[in-house]
Nanobody, 114 residues
Framework: QVQLVESGGGSVQAGRSLRLSCTVSRGIFAGNPMGWYRQGPGRQRELIAQIKRDGKLEYADYVKGRFTVSRDNAKSTLSLQMTKLEPADNGLYFC????????WGQGTQVTVSS
């Protein structure tokens, strides 16, 4: 069974940065598209950043220029570098293969105060 474990969330002030990490079960990570989802308060879970199978990076408009997704295939780790955080970025962050394909992990909470 594929396991996704997110970490790195926390509480920060607006304008600061955080780096999220996601560890993925071995054997399914390399070469597969992967992404980060966010579920804000009272909102549906939405895909905000992804690395496609061809390596192309895609972002939701509201995080473009502030967030950077990357992967380390050797460590089966997906990362999300978040800068210039805003209160609108509050939420629970999850990683998954877009679809989504796998069972959700617990997520990691990001809280941004103004």
């Amino acid at each position: 069974q594929v396991q996704l474990v997110e970490s790195g969330g926390g509480s920060v002030q607006a304008g600061r940065s955080l780096r999220l990490s996601c560890t993925v079960s071995r054997g399914i990570f390399a070469g597969n598209p992967m992404g980060w989802y966010r579920q804000g308060p009272g909102r549906q879970r939405e895909l905000i950043a992804q690395i496609k199978r061809d390596g192309k990076l895609e972002y939701a408009d509201y995080v473009k220029g502030r967030f950077t997704v990357s992967r380390d295939n050797a460590k089966s780790t997906l990362s999300l570098q978040m800068t210039k955080l805003e209160p609108a970025d509050n939420g629970l962050y999850f990683c998954n293969a877009p679809g989504p394909l796998y069972n959700w992990g617990q997520g990691t909470q990001v809280t941004v105060s103004s």
